[in-house]
């Protein structure tokens, strides 16, 4: 499986070092070029635009994980996302989003022909070893 990942703090970087452990290949984006060339070492695709994210990704439907505080980060990634993306991708929240932003989120991308999922993520720091919990939101067909 092949993901991109935005947001490389503590959990984000712990997911992405599990998800590597797992043979999976992640494109990675942080705002901070510092976290971005950290998961790079343990072999993530390193990128420092979203522009180049996207280029990166080579499977279809391209997939987004957003790891992102809830709120208007979020929001403002998505909205970054939205003209990136081709119909039928999916743009995924691991953020613990309230769930009428949720719905609000999936209409938009709707709109334009895109796909979202969220999926409230616990586990913290101690994900990385022990795994994650994941409560998913969204159509089933893109699940």
Not at 39 to 67: K, R, Y
């Amino acid at each position: 499986m092949e993901l991109g990942f935005i947001g490389l703090g503590r959990m984000g970087a712990n997911m992405v070092e599990r998800l590597l452990r797992g043979g999976h290949r992640v494109v990675a984006y942080n705002r901070s070029p510092d976290k971005t060339r950290e998961v790079a070492e343990h072999g993530a695709v390193a990128t420092f635009s979203l522009e180049d994210l996207v280029e990166n990704l080579h499977e279809s439907p391209q997939a987004v994980w957003i790891m992102v505080p809830a709120g208007d980060p979020t929001t403002q990634q998505i909205q970054r996302l939205i003209p990136l993306l081709n119909e039928g991708d999916i743009i995924i929240d691991g953020g613990n989003s309230n769930f009428r932003d949720s719905i609000a989120r999936a209409r938009l991308l709707e709109e334009h022909n895109l796909n979202f999922m969220d999926v409230g993520t616990s586990g913290g720091i101690w994900g990385l070893e022990n795994g994650y919990c994941m409560m998913m939101g969204g159509k089933r067909e893109t699940f």
